[in-house]
Protein backbone atom coordinates (compact mmCIF):
# COMPACT_ATOMS: atom_id res chain seq x y z
CA UNK A 1 0.00 0.00 0.00
CA UNK A 2 2.68 2.35 0.60
CA UNK A 3 4.69 1.66 -2.64
CA UNK A 4 0.85 2.56 -4.42
CA UNK A 5 1.11 6.04 -2.67
CA UNK A 6 4.68 6.86 -3.28
CA UNK A 7 3.93 6.28 -7.14
CA UNK A 8 1.21 9.24 -6.79
CA UNK A 9 3.42 11.33 -5.33
CA UNK A 10 4.67 14.47 -8.11
CA UNK A 11 7.12 16.96 -6.35
CA UNK A 12 8.18 20.56 -8.45
CA UNK A 13 12.14 20.24 -8.62
CA UNK A 14 13.93 21.84 -6.06
CA UNK A 15 17.77 22.13 -5.85
CA UNK A 16 18.86 24.02 -3.15
CA UNK A 17 22.39 24.71 -4.05
CA UNK A 18 21.34 26.08 -8.01
CA UNK A 19 23.13 28.77 -9.12
CA UNK A 20 21.81 31.21 -11.47
CA UNK A 21 23.88 32.54 -14.67
CA UNK A 22 22.50 36.18 -13.74
CA UNK A 23 20.88 37.01 -10.22
CA UNK A 24 17.29 38.38 -10.62
CA UNK A 25 17.35 42.28 -9.81
CA UNK A 26 15.54 43.23 -6.31
CA UNK A 27 13.79 45.41 -8.60
CA UNK A 28 12.02 42.21 -10.51
CA UNK A 29 10.75 40.78 -7.06
CA UNK A 30 8.66 43.67 -6.18
CA UNK A 31 5.23 43.91 -7.24
CA UNK A 32 4.27 47.00 -9.04
CA UNK A 33 1.74 47.92 -6.73
CA UNK A 34 3.57 47.01 -3.53
CA UNK A 35 3.65 50.16 -0.97
CA UNK A 36 6.99 50.58 -0.75
CA UNK A 37 7.29 51.37 -4.25
CA UNK A 38 4.64 54.02 -2.87
CA UNK A 39 7.02 55.19 -0.30
CA UNK A 40 9.72 55.23 -2.76
CA UNK A 41 8.01 57.70 -5.10
CA UNK A 42 6.60 59.81 -2.47
CA UNK A 43 10.08 60.62 -0.78
CA UNK A 44 11.54 61.21 -4.09
CA UNK A 45 8.98 63.60 -4.42
CA UNK A 46 9.60 65.18 -1.27
CA UNK A 47 11.68 68.62 -0.95
CA UNK A 48 14.56 67.72 1.48
CA UNK A 49 16.23 71.24 1.82
CA UNK A 50 15.32 71.56 5.44
CA UNK A 51 16.98 67.89 5.99
CA UNK A 52 19.93 68.73 4.26
CA UNK A 53 20.17 72.33 6.42
CA UNK A 54 21.13 70.07 9.22
CA UNK A 55 24.14 68.75 7.84
CA UNK A 56 27.53 70.43 8.51
CA UNK A 57 29.69 68.90 5.42
CA UNK A 58 33.24 67.06 6.16
CA UNK A 59 34.02 64.06 7.89
CA UNK A 60 32.63 61.00 6.78
CA UNK A 61 30.31 60.85 3.66
CA UNK A 62 26.97 60.71 5.07
CA UNK A 63 24.15 58.00 3.96
CA UNK A 64 21.80 59.84 1.71
CA UNK A 65 19.08 61.92 3.48
CA UNK A 66 16.32 60.32 0.85
CA UNK A 67 17.62 57.04 1.22
CA UNK A 68 17.47 57.30 5.01
CA UNK A 69 13.71 58.94 5.13
CA UNK A 70 12.03 56.40 2.92
CA UNK A 71 13.56 53.53 4.92
CA UNK A 72 12.00 55.18 8.38
CA UNK A 73 8.35 55.95 6.69
CA UNK A 74 8.94 52.32 5.29
CA UNK A 75 9.70 51.03 9.00
CA UNK A 76 6.86 52.85 10.87
CA UNK A 77 4.13 51.65 8.13
CA UNK A 78 5.34 48.16 8.35
CA UNK A 79 4.87 48.68 11.98
CA UNK A 80 8.63 48.63 12.96
CA UNK A 81 9.73 51.57 14.99
CA UNK A 82 13.08 50.24 16.48
CA UNK A 83 16.13 50.93 14.64
CA UNK A 84 17.30 47.53 15.20
CA UNK A 85 14.81 46.02 14.00
CA UNK A 86 15.00 48.55 11.18
CA UNK A 87 18.33 47.51 10.89
CA UNK A 88 17.72 43.38 10.89
CA UNK A 89 15.33 44.59 7.77
CA UNK A 90 17.57 46.34 5.89
CA UNK A 91 19.68 42.98 5.77
CA UNK A 92 16.79 40.20 5.32
CA UNK A 93 13.50 42.48 3.74
CA UNK A 94 13.80 42.59 -0.10
CA UNK A 95 11.70 45.55 0.14
CA UNK A 96 13.95 46.97 2.76
CA UNK A 97 16.92 46.36 0.50
CA UNK A 98 15.30 47.65 -2.40
CA UNK A 99 14.41 50.80 -0.78
CA UNK A 100 18.26 51.37 0.54
CA UNK A 101 19.69 50.50 -2.61
CA UNK A 102 21.08 47.43 -0.43
CA UNK A 103 22.63 50.25 1.65
CA UNK A 104 22.70 48.69 5.31
CA UNK A 105 23.07 51.22 7.74
CA UNK A 106 23.00 50.33 11.45
CA UNK A 107 20.69 50.85 14.35
CA UNK A 108 23.11 53.76 15.63
CA UNK A 109 22.81 55.50 12.41
CA UNK A 110 18.97 55.33 11.53
CA UNK A 111 18.67 56.13 15.58
CA UNK A 112 21.05 60.01 14.91
CA UNK A 113 19.12 59.98 11.83
CA UNK A 114 15.70 59.98 13.51
CA UNK A 115 16.94 62.23 16.38
CA UNK A 116 19.32 64.62 15.17
CA UNK A 117 18.36 65.57 11.69
CA UNK A 118 14.34 65.19 11.68
CA UNK A 119 14.07 66.68 14.71
CA UNK A 120 12.13 69.86 14.25
CA UNK A 121 11.30 69.31 10.58
CA UNK A 122 9.69 65.49 10.71
CA UNK A 123 6.28 67.66 11.20
CA UNK A 124 7.11 69.58 7.97
CA UNK A 125 8.00 66.51 6.05
CA UNK A 126 4.88 64.77 6.95
CA UNK A 127 2.49 67.53 5.55
CA UNK A 128 4.32 67.30 2.36
CA UNK A 129 3.75 63.24 2.29
CA UNK A 130 -0.13 64.08 3.38
CA UNK A 131 -0.43 66.84 0.36
CA UNK A 132 1.31 64.36 -2.21
CA UNK A 133 -0.64 61.45 -1.18
CA UNK A 134 -4.20 64.15 -1.12
Known amino acids: MQNKLKSKLVFKDYNFNQNLLFPPSLEELIAP ?10 VDNLDL ?42 QQNIHFMWLSGMSDPDHNTINRFRSDRLKGVLKEVFSQVVLLLV
Open 33 to 42: NHPVRVVNQV
Open 49 to 90: DPIFAKYEGGGCPAYHPRMMLKVVVYGYITNRYSSRKIEEAL
